[in-house]
């Protein structure tokens, strides 16, 4: 779940030399207090400046506000310095790890002796208050050789790591406390002071990239949310810190807002939902991120499934079937491993061979392409199956079903000429924006992930690479939808383009991938003979439209917060019998509605009716049928939805139409009384 990172576009201005950037943002009248200031400048090369940033020349700028992506992070992570700055005040032995911003908000890791307690961030949420109102400014200070920096932070045994890694891993970089990468060979090290309002004494310092807000006073509203352990740069072979997570906003009322989004998503978990509601539960039997589908979920699975299936042959694909483990070689061939080991769980040692857990189904789709000869005639060739794969995410980052080790992805390759992969990515961008709008999510973007060209993690040509990226870019503006960048977040063999969706309640999911694929066809030596004769290879166009089908489901359950369209409900109707005696005249018309594929029960218990009602709006139950004596003389029932509304005294047939008419049109809406 994240948001769309478009920078706010904002009339440059010039900073010129020997001048702050700060005196042009104020000789162009832009905003330097209040919700929407000018934090930061985005120099001609798109790197952040702090407002005191002085040019050697004249320099167009763009102005960077609070209230955008890029101005929200820096407010987030100057807010994380404070933190940091009350917790060394409070807790004078605690050393500092790092502090990066992060999605609406930000956290720092700390050693400390013990951990941290709900009364210390009270305690600490008041120091925070005295320092922002204090009106501290933020220096950027450099060193001028790493002995220097050593010098200063000799206390302080985590940045001193960080400045270290330099001689292990020369040329690479070092990860400071902005959670980034900076190179400490070829790029500068630096250190912000927090000092004194109207003095330069300092109050405060700590390694960092930066930038920083001009001054604390800007820090509109925060709050403290938690604190966890968590192990030194995310590795369980190093010592674990108490890390302290916050949100912090340009206004409180920004903040009262978001933390009413909390709330609503709280209400909203899918965790929580699925087991009020019997849908899947994760028994510490089996392991973390392996779900178990109860029947009630199992329905709700199925109709995806059966969706999604009936489409992709609709949409002209084949269905296929690969086994769950397969030989190491295969995943060597694919380049899998090395790029994707970490990922993998570890290999068998089976008969001599290594055998692993597959993650990914593609490999084996380009065994079934290359079992016979294929001609240009056969192309697009379109594969489609449900392939269980298996993924090890680390435990922290194991989520429901939104991240899990065991999962369905509806995966789909299509093997087409490179003349083809134009047609064949919008065909395939249309069916999945016409996939999420029937399942009732029609707000989205879509993100463009590139490769970042200085890792060595992605294979292929510098042209094969601007190729396949130039196709599925021109093809996602043709939709008309916002196309955000997403720079380095392309798989190793191709970059990809996904669907971001919105949620009822704003929140954004990826869900939809299409990748172009050059490498894979080559590993293989997949061919198809063209119209010339001669050997080609084809282009691999992978897909997976729900993503994977668990995902989706948690998605489907936090956006409908439990309240499944009628079409999607595992039970559609129940049937309310006022007295007992009433029961086998709501069993018949049951029966009729079974007779029609719905799912629909009869509530035979021994409470009362009252519960009844209310045990089917706590299963968020579209229909209830509630039945009388005055029904069964005249033949009727008479309904109560979801929202309350009721309709009675409804006719047999009709009453059976009505539900009937409701499940088949797979609307999303809930049925009323209207």
């Known amino acids: 779940?994240?948001?769309?990172?478009?920078?706010?576009?904002?009339?440059?201005?010039?900073?010129?030399?020997?001048?702050?950037?700060?005196?042009?943002?104020?000789?162009?009248?832009?905003?330097?207090?209040?919700?929407?200031?000018?934090?930061?400048?985005?120099?001609?090369?798109?790197?952040?400046?702090?407002?005191?940033?002085?040019?050697?020349?004249?320099?167009?700028?763009?102005?960077?506000?609070?209230?955008?992506?890029?101005?929200?992070?820096?407010?987030?992570?100057?807010?994380?310095?404070?933190?940091?700055?009350?917790?060394?005040?409070?807790?004078?032995?605690?050393?500092?790890?790092?502090?990066?911003?992060?999605?609406?908000?930000?956290?720092?890791?700390?050693?400390?002796?013990?951990?941290?307690?709900?009364?210390?961030?009270?305690?600490l949420e008041k120091r925070m208050q005295e320092i922002i109102k204090s009106g501290q400014r933020f220096r950027r200070r450099r060193f001028e050789s790493l002995d220097e920096a050593k010098a200063e932070l000799a206390a302080e045994p985590y940045k001193l790591e960080l400045v270290?890694?330099?001689?292990?891993?020369?040329?690479?970089?070092?990860?400071?406390?902005?959670?980034?990468?900076?190179?400490?060979?070829?790029?500068?090290?630096?250190?912000?002071?927090?000092?004194?309002?109207?003095?330069?004494?300092?109050?405060?310092?700590?390694?960092?990239?930066g930038p920083h807000l001009p001054s604390t006073r800007l820090i509109g509203a925060f709050k403290l949310m938690r604190s966890a352990a968590a192990y030194w740069r995310g590795s369980e072979k190093n010592p674990q810190l108490q890390r302290v997570y916050g949100t912090a906003w340009p206004t409180r009322d920004a903040l009262k807002a978001y933390l009413k989004l909390l709330e609503e998503a709280a209400r909203r978990d899918h965790r929580k939902l699925g087991r009020d509601l019997d849908l899947f539960s994760f028994p510490d039997e089996l392991g973390s991120g392996l779900p178990v589908f109860h029947p009630k979920g199992g329905v709700i699975k199925r109709e995806?499934?059966?969706?999604?299936?009936?489409?992709?042959?609709?949409?002209?694909?084949?269905?296929?079937?690969?086994?769950?483990?397969?030989?190491?070689?295969?995943?060597?061939?694919?380049?899998?491993?090395?790029?994707?080991?970490?990922?993998?769980?570890?290999?068998?040692?089976?008969?001599?061979?290594?055998?692993?857990?597959?993650?990914?189904?593609?490999?084996?789709?380009?065994?079934?392409?290359?079992?016979?000869?294929?001609?240009?005639?056969?192309?697009?060739?379109?594969?489609?199956?449900?392939?269980?794969?298996?993924?090890?995410?680390?435990?922290?980052?194991?989520?429901?079903?939104?991240?899990?080790?065991?999962?369905?992805?509806?995966?789909?390759?299509?093997?087409?000429?490179?003349?083809?992969?134009?047609?064949?990515?919008?065909?395939?961008?249309?069916?999945?924006?016409?996939?999420l709008r029937d399942f009732g999510l029609d707000d989205f973007y879509i993100e463009l992930s590139t490769r970042d060209p200085k890792s060595d993690k992605f294979i292929g040509s510098d042209?094969?690479?601007?190729?396949?990226?130039?196709?599925?870019?021109?093809?996602?503006?043709?939709?008309?939808?916002?196309?955000?960048?997403?720079?380095?977040?392309?798989?190793?063999?191709?970059?990809?383009?996904?669907?971001?969706?919105?949620?009822?309640?704003?929140?954004?999911?990826?869900?939809?991938?299409?990748?172009?694929?050059?490498?894979?066809p080559a590993r293989f030596g997949l061919e198809y003979q063209a119209a010339d004769g001669t050997r080609q290879q084809p282009v691999m166009i992978h897909s997976a439209k729900f993503g994977s089908i668990e995902r989706f489901l948690g998605v489907l359950t936090e956006h409908y917060a439990g309240a499944f369209p009628a079409w999607l409900a595992p039970v559609q109707v129940v049937g309310i019998p006022i007295r007992e005696e009433h029961t086998g005249y709501l069993d018949e018309f049951v029966a009729a509605l079974r007779a029609e594929g719905v799912r629909a029960d009869v509530d035979a218990s021994d409470d009362r009716m009252q519960k009844k009602i209310r045990n089917a709006q706590q299963q968020k139950i579209p229909f209830m049928a509630i039945a009388g004596d005055a029904d069964v003389e005249a033949g009727t029932v008479s309904f109560r939805y979801r929202d309350g509304s009721q309709r009675n005294g409804v006719p047999l047939a009709e009453a059976v139409a009505h539900v009937v008419e409701v499940v088949r049109s797979r609307t999303n809406a809930g049925p009323t009384a209207e």
């Open 463 to 520: 042209e094969e690479w601007e190729n396949a990226t130039r196709v599925l870019e021109e093809v996602a503006l043709e939709t008309g939808l916002e196309l955000v960048a997403d720079p380095g977040g392309a798989a190793y063999y191709g970059p990809k383009i996904s669907v971001q969706a919105r949620d009822a309640i704003g929140r954004t999911w990826q869900m939809s991938t299409i990748q172009y694929d050059f490498n894979q």
């Open 164 to 209: 270290d890694v330099k001689g292990a891993d020369a040329g690479v970089g070092v990860g400071l406390d902005a959670g980034e990468v900076m190179e400490v060979g070829g790029g500068e090290l630096t250190i912000y002071d927090n000092l004194a309002a109207n003095e330069d004494k300092v109050c405060w310092s700590d390694l960092c990239r």
């Open 1 to 123: 779940m994240s948001s769309p990172r478009t920078p706010v576009v904002t009339d440059p201005v010039v900073v010129a030399a020997g001048t702050t950037a700060a005196d042009a943002v104020a000789a162009a009248g832009l905003p330097t207090s209040g919700p929407t200031a000018i934090v930061v400048v985005r120099d001609p090369e798109g790197g952040l400046r702090d407002l005191d940033w002085v040019p050697d020349s004249d320099t167009p700028v763009e102005p960077v506000a609070i209230d955008s992506p890029d101005g929200l992070n820096v407010l987030r992570h100057s807010t994380a310095h404070v933190l940091a700055q009350a917790v060394q005040d409070i807790f004078p032995e605690a050393k500092l790890g790092i502090g990066p911003a992060i999605d609406n908000g930000f956290y720092y890791d700390f050693a400390v002796d013990k951990p941290f307690q709900p009364e210390d961030l009270a305690k």
């Open 304 to 435: 995806m499934e059966d969706y999604v299936r009936a489409r992709h042959i609709e949409e002209g694909f084949e269905y296929v079937g690969t086994p769950h483990v397969s030989k190491q070689g295969l995943f060597e061939t694919s380049g899998h491993l090395p790029y994707y080991a970490e990922t993998m769980f570890p290999p068998m040692e089976l008969e001599g061979s290594a055998y692993y857990l597959k993650a990914m189904n593609c490999p084996m789709h380009n065994l079934i392409y290359r079992a016979r000869g294929r001609s240009y005639r056969d192309l697009p060739l379109r594969l489609f199956e449900f392939g269980s794969v298996y993924r090890f995410e680390k435990s922290g980052v194991v989520h429901g079903l939104t991240r899990v080790r065991g999962f369905a992805q509806d995966d789909s390759h299509s093997y087409v000429t490179p003349e083809q992969a134009p047609g064949e990515i919008r065909h395939l961008l249309n069916f999945i924006l016409g996939l």
